[in-house]
């Protein structure tokens, strides 16, 4: 196991996947999924992606899991989303240009999977965050089998393909109610957008700063 497995969520909370330079968002419904996702991919996805635009230009798209998730979900301190298998996939978000994390990691333009993963339990990673419950991004061509479940090592490996030194996160919050897709700004001037993925709704947070 690398070494920096246990430094992955000690240096990110938040990340602001969406380009710095944005100010202000909206989303719509479309396109149907990029011809870059395989097959067995769309296979678990909805026909449609959520896209996150800033004035007329689309700069992310997000076509969240569908098929209903398997396996034991997890419980435990600090756990939101306790219905959700640890390593589940989510879904694919596809960057029309590059963003950044909470490093100023880039995040090149492309087609990512993200997964469900929770942040070591164990005295490095003590106030990181209100949560541990964060989306893991891999190279969708490299993340092939969307309907396993992956241990934490596995995931690691994945998210190391997009070539940054550390893993690729984007935090996940609570929704701020049950619409979806919902985007909207917290107190925090995070923005967080609000997903169908299977019979949850979940948020993740798309542009904004820790400020640790």
């Known amino acids: 196991m690398r070494m920096i497995y246990r430094n992955l969520f000690s240096i990110l909370a938040l990340a ?13 419904v479309g396109p149907a999924p990029v011809e870059a996702i395989p097959e067995a991919t769309k296979a678990m996805i909805a026909s449609e992606a959520v896209s996150v635009k800033s004035g007329d230009k689309v700069i992310a798209q997000f076509w969240m899991r569908t098929a209903p998730f398997e396996g034991d979900p997890v419980a435990g301190f600090g756990v939101r989303y306790d219905a959700l298998p640890e390593g589940a996939f989510i879904g694919v978000v596809n960057f029309t240009e590059a963003g950044s994390d909470f490093r100023e990691q880039s995040i090149p333009s492309g087609v990512y999977t993200l997964r469900y993963g929770l942040h070591p339990e164990n005295g490095d990673h003590m106030g990181v965050a209100a949560s541990r419950d964060f989306a893991v991004l891999s190279p969708v061509d490299k993340d092939l089998d969307v309907a396993k479940n992956y241990e934490f090592e596995a995931m690691m490996d994945l998210t190391f393909e997009i070539g940054n030194p550390h893993p690729t996160v984007a935090r996940l919050e ?4 049950d619409e979806a897709p919902h985007l909207w700004e917290d107190d925090y001037e995070h923005w967080v957008l609000d997903l169908k993925v299977a019979d949850e709704v979940m948020g993740i947070v798309v542009y904004g700063h820790s400020e640790e």
């Open 16 to 28: 602001a996947l969406l380009p710095l330079s944005a100010a202000s968002f909206k989303t719509e």
């Open 174 to 177: 609570l929704p701020e109610g």
